[in-house]
């Protein structure tokens, strides 16, 4: 009985009922929520790029660390893909030459935070800066667009015989590769354990410095190749290309239950929370609500994401409270 | 006891917030009116229009016009878009008004290239694509309803600001986003028009405001400061003009400095008045607004196929031919200034 | 209590002391660094143009950074106590808008009550933020990244629901001239930013709260362990972050004259770097009002000088970023070198 309330008050169930809950007032909302073309491919393809990027962050803020600068490595990412692909390279190399403008820029990432010993706060907020505006110096006022229909495809086109673009491919790809990482392997038990406490870790053989580095690296690269899916998408490779990305990417891997201070969260209620967020957004577009209300709910859902466990908490506390307070008073 | 109160506090503030929100997202959302058509081609018209932005008042008188249009055509209109320009924040609502069926889309897109697979998806399901304002990729709309000819609009800056300066100095140009494709073609043809008209004018620099007004001011600023001989600015958008009309007030360079550009007149009333601009030009957006609307009205009741050369009458704006490349021409600017600013209200 | 354990206490409250003499030392080292940089920065730029000298260039420069000094500050008391404001961006934002409109709606009423009423809204918002994170214990930098969306969606359904836009031409002269107004041959703006950085400034060094907010950041469980009301000084951190946003939304109004629902947005980012590169820790406990003003002049400054020597202004956001991580890397070299010398001279002792 114990163990069921537990698992019923875990908070990825919460996040399982605040999606029906969601698809349920969408599917009342609007006629085309559940039309099969709206779940498999309109819902999924908007959302691709910060579900990808979505993956890195999680370990990253489990580890206790955060990255805020995936949006920006995204738009260079993509501007390097147009400016080698414009100038006759092939596209293999462009694409190629993208990823790894991606780990370079992770790598940096890493070594301030690791070799300086700086917060990757701020470290990551500068490179936010840096990177965008590396990505304007490359291309300025020039927007790339001539690409390839074969690479366009990648973004829009869909897996033959259904209607998912081939990003949920990557994606589940990903998701596979980064839940074994972080749930079933010694790696990923490091890692909640740097979160939990640095110092212990370390004390505990963890080689702390050089997961951290891969961690940057690893975002850098998975950035980049959301940076490549995002090009294709939309066939443009433009310096402010998900200017403003980063701030969905920390707020789904908040919302799906993840502590901002490390050690806690699962990669389950991060995906659960993609698809609240994906929701959320899709449904509002359907009944025509413009971004403005939209950037409202994100906000407030972001915010009750912490703020709600800790009512219930104290809810829970006062409650207790009480009961022993009655029980004792009983007693005597 | 205090605890739970303590927390509560802030959590029934966040949650009159999202109260709030609900209030504001009915009362914008409600306006529209969203009832879904039932399939396209004789029943009623359900045009929706997609601005680079929303709240932004160039596109808001636009989509009064488009309301206008409506009315005469017994349509609705309804208008939806991202809250700050964006290529990649139109693309969900294409795709969510794609799936509603509506009859047609009206755009203004921020790229050329990023919104054209999902309108050309759009397309195929048999909704009409209309371009207003920023054309998109031509293969991905019906119809480009353009609001002045590019060529004439970047000739006819540069004459405006030769009268004010004696067709001599440095002068530069202010614009929007660097990557604005409207832009920079307006630009060129003014570059043409420099070499081929003012020799004595020299374009210094063209600098980029990003349609944001503290940067499009700091831009101004900057300018006179690299180039103090400056003689004139031109800033061919709407948020530039009045930022740098405000810029060159604050430093008291008003009327020493000549500026002009594209601009509404209630945005620039107080600098036309005050001197700092002595004039400006701008198509009427309502009427790019109607006509967009009655452009794909027609379309979407098969009234007009769109083909090359076929002549229309658009309500009260009179009869129009379809141009080369599927683009209607709205008609000459208007020239805006002392004399006639108080006539306009938009 | 044993022998040993008074020991262990004791070396952790010396150790604990000369961590707070070390951070104060960094900071006065970087107050000065700051200053030869700006220096440095001037005579370099003042020989390729001259024209960057000029008295009313310094003006024009002070100007640009005025309403960010205010918001700095503001930012600063915040991050002293080991917390972040995201969300100033929006606030600004928001009280921009809603005083021009007031301002738009009853253009005969008193200049001041507009300003008040600006001031009061950014309190209030400030205050929200403050009770999620004092009281409704949520991180800082989750609050206010939610609240960086959420008061921005209020600025958009207020514009969709009034105007779009508040011009130039709707507001009084009295309003906008707040801007250009000159007291005794200084810009106004210049003076009330100024003001506002001294009695804020005074009050961090000479008052008991001023001093506990330090104490917050730099420990904040030995802080509540020696009685300092932390919840209340975090939410009055927050609060007055709120209220200086508020006015710095007045002054935003008067200074740009069109404002619209996008207005001020990514501020937080400019905020955050002049109170980095000012030498304010991001953990809290050490930094001043003189270096975050100082870290938004030298900003300012060279945002300046790249117009001046007409380098293209897509380099700008690249150099901000370059500004925040040189900043917070001299920061984390000179603490080394600190701790170093005076291991050193302990060791010769």
Not at chain 1, 54 to 62: D, G, R, S, V
Not at chain 1, 225 to 248: C, H, K, Q
Request: positive net charge; proline residues 3%; charged residues 10%.
């Amino acid at each position: 009985m114990k163990r069921l309330r537990s698992l019923l008050f875990t908070w990825e169930t919460l996040l399982v009922l605040l999606l029906l809950i969601g698809c349920v007032i969408g599917s009342i909302l609007s006629p085309y929520f559940l039309s099969g073309f709206n779940l498999e491919y309109a819902l999924p393809s908007n959302i691709m790029e910060i579900a990808i990027m979505a993956l890195p962050m999680t370990m990253i803020i489990i580890a206790g660390e955060i990255d805020l600068s995936v949006a920006s490595v995204l738009g260079l990412a993509s501007v390097t893909l147009g400016f080698l692909w414009e100038r006759g390279n092939p596209m293999w190399l462009a694409i190629g030459a993208a990823l790894l403008v991606g780990v370079v820029a992770g790598y940096l990432n890493g070594l301030l935070v690791t070799k300086l010993a700086l917060p990757s706060l701020v470290v990551t907020i500068g490179t936010l800066a840096l990177y965008r505006g590396l990505a304007y110096v490359i291309l300025g006022d020039q927007a790339v667009s001539n690409f390839p229909t074969a690479f366009t495809n990648l973004g829009f086109g869909t897996i033959p015989g259904t209607q998912f673009p081939w990003s949920v491919l990557i994606f589940a790809t990903l998701v596979i590769i980064f839940a074994v990482i972080l749930h079933f392997s010694r790696l990923g038990r490091q890692l909640y354990a740097m979160g939990n406490n640095k110092e212990a870790a370390r004390f505990s053989g963890i080689n702390v410095n050089r997961i951290k580095l891969i961690l940057f690296v690893l975002s850098g690269g998975i950035a980049a190749l959301a940076g490549i899916i995002f090009t294709s998408r939309f066939s443009s490779a433009r310096p402010d290309n998900a200017v403003g990305f980063e701030l969905d990417v920390v707020t789904v891997v908040l919302l799906g239950g993840v502590n901002i201070f490390g050690g806690r969260g699962s990669l389950l209620g991060v995906i659960l929370a993609i698809f609240i967020l994906g929701v959320l957004q899709n449904a509002l577009s359907l009944v025509n609500i413009s971004g403005d209300i939209q950037s409202l709910a994100i906000g407030l859902l972001l915010i009750f994401s912490v703020l709600g466990p800790n009512i219930a908490r104290n809810i829970q506390a006062v409650i207790a409270r009480r009961r022993f307070a009655v029980g004792s008073s009983k007693q005597a | 006891m205090k605890k739970l109160f303590q927390t509560l506090v802030p959590g029934f503030l966040v949650f009159s917030l999202l109260l709030l929100a609900a209030c504001g997202g009915s009362a914008t959302g409600g306006s529209g009116g969203s009832t879904p058509s039932t399939g396209t081609g004789s029943g009623s018209l359900n045009i929706t229009f997609v601005p680079k932005q929303i709240n932004n008042p160039y596109f808001d008188t636009a989509a009064s016009g488009g309301q206008q249009a409506a009315k005469d055509l017994n349509g609705q209109f309804k208008q939806v878009g991202p809250s700050s320009a964006n290529a990649a924040a139109q693309v969900p609502f294409i795709t969510s008004l794609t799936q509603q069926h509506v009859s047609a889309i009206v755009i203004s897109g921020d790229d050329p290239n990023a919104v054209a697979p999902s309108l050309k998806q759009a397309m195929a399901q048999g909704i009409k694509v209309v371009s207003y304002d920023a054309d998109v990729a031509p293969d991905a709309r019906n119809i480009f309803v353009n609001q002045a000819d590019s060529e004439q609009i970047g000739r006819s800056e540069v004459d405006l600001l030769a009268q004010q300066i004696n067709s001599t100095g440095q002068i530069a140009v202010l614009s929007a986003a660097s990557t604005a494709a409207n832009q920079n073609t307006w630009i060129g043809f003014m570059k043409q028009e420099l070499a081929a008209k003012y020799p004595k004018m020299q374009l210094v620099k063209v600098a980029y405001g990003n349609d944001d007004d503290q940067t499009s001011f700091n831009q101004t600023l900057a300018l006179l400061q690299q180039y103090p001989n400056l003689k004139g600015i031109i800033s061919p958008t709407t948020v530039g003009i009045a930022a740098a009309g405000r810029a060159l007030e604050s430093v008291h360079k008003g009327g020493q400095v000549a500026l002009t550009g594209l601009g509404t007149p209630n945005q620039l009333r107080q600098y036309v008045k005050d001197g700092t601009i002595k004039g400006f030009e701008l198509w009427n957006p309502a009427n790019l607004g109607y006509l967009a609307y009655y452009v794909a009205g027609l379309l979407a009741q098969g009234k007009i196929k769109g083909n090359v050369g076929e002549t229309f009458t658009a309500g009260k704006l009179g009869s129009f031919t379809i141009a080369a490349n599927n683009v209607v021409l709205l008609g000459p600017p208007t020239v805006f200034n002392s004399a006639n600013i108080d006539q306009f209200n938009f | 209590m044993t022998t040993t354990s008074q020991d262990v206490e004791r070396t952790r409250q010396r150790s604990h002391v000369n961590q707070a003499r070390l951070i104060s030392r960094v900071s006065r080292v970087r107050e000065s660094g700051l200053l030869i940089a700006l220096i440095f920065i001037i005579i370099v730029v003042g020989i390729q143009a001259p024209r960057f000298l000029s008295v009313d260039n310094f003006v024009q420069i002070l100007l640009s950074v005025a309403i960010l000094a205010i918001v700095a500050v503001g930012e600063t008391l915040v991050v002293l106590t080991r917390n972040v404001d995201l969300s100033v961006g929006s606030m600004v934002g928001f009280t921009a808008f809603v005083t021009a409109y007031f301002f738009k709606e009853l253009p005969g009423i008193n200049l001041l009550l507009g300003i008040l009423l600006g001031c009061a809204l950014g309190l209030i918002l400030g205050i929200v933020n403050g009770l999620i994170v004092s009281f409704g214990r949520v991180p800082a930098i989750v609050a206010t990244l939610g609240t960086l969306y959420a008061y921005r969606g209020l600025v958009f359904i207020t514009a969709a629901n009034t105007t779009s836009q508040v011009n130039a031409s709707d507001v009084p002269a009295g309003y906008l001239a707040l801007a250009t107004t000159q007291i005794l041959g200084i810009p106004a703006l210049i003076l009330i930013a100024a003001i506002i950085a001294i009695i804020v400034g005074y009050f961090l060094r000479s008052s008991h709260a001023g001093r506990q907010l330090y104490a917050i950041g730099s420990n904040p469980d030995a802080a509540n362990v020696i009685g300092i009301r932390k919840e209340r000084l975090v939410f009055g951190a927050f609060a007055a972050s709120g209220l200086l946003c508020g006015l710095a939304g007045v002054l935003w109004g008067a200074r740009y004259a069109t404002v619209d629902a996008t207005n001020a947005t990514g501020l937080e980012l400019q905020v955050i770097a002049a109170v980095v590169v000012g030498g304010v820790n991001i953990f809290g406990g050490s930094g001043t009002i003189l270096g975050a003003v100082l870290g938004a002049i030298v900003l300012g400054t060279v945002e300046n000088a790249l117009n001046i020597l007409n380098i293209s202004q897509f380099w700008l956001q690249a150099l901000y970023g370059a500004a925040i991580i040189g900043a917070v890397v001299l920061d984390a070299l000179i603490t080394r070198w600190l701790q170093r010398t005076i291991l050193a001279r302990r060791k010769k002792a």
